[in-house]
Nanobody
Framework: QVQLVESGGGLVQAGGSLRLSCAAS????????MGWFRQAPGKEREFVAR????????YLANSVKGRFTISRDNAKNTVYLQTNSLKPEDTAVYYC????????????????WGQGTQVTVSS
């Protein structure tokens, strides 16, 4: 069992940046691959980024590639999502998720989810 708590969301103007954090507690964090997803109002939850257990492999959705970066610090049991050059269409609740399997891009591939943190980008 692992518990996930996101933080770092907020209101930002277009072009701005936010650093989202996801703190994990419970069993060894380094045993889990991690992902970030987001859900905008009226839309389905979508994949944003994933990272392997060691942090050596990352993958981002095309919609955020070049603007967002995913990283992790296993010593701090935390995964990060650095969001730059934010656009109004990035407005959503951002969720982190953990899997004991391989990091994938599908919602069903993750076992544990946080409560989410709201990101609002104004134009």
């Amino acid at each position: 069992q692992v518990q996930l708590v996101e933080s770092g969301g907020g209101l930002v103007q277009a072009g701005g940046s936010l650093r989202l954090s996801c703190a994990a507690s419970g069993r060894s964090f380094s045993n889990y691959a991690m992902g970030w997803f987001r859900q905008a109002p009226g839309k389905e939850r979508e994949f944003v980024a994933r990272i392997s257990r060691s942090g050596g492999s990352t993958y981002l959705a095309n919609s955020v590639k070049g603007r967002f970066t995913i990283s992790r610090d296993n010593a701090k049991n935390t995964v990060y999502l650095q969001t730059n050059s934010l656009k109004p269409e990035d407005t959503a609740v951002y969720y982190c998720a953990a899997t004991s399997g391989v990091a994938v891009t599908t919602i069903s591939g993750y076992d544990y989810w946080g409560q989410g943190t709201q990101v609002t980008v104004s134009s």
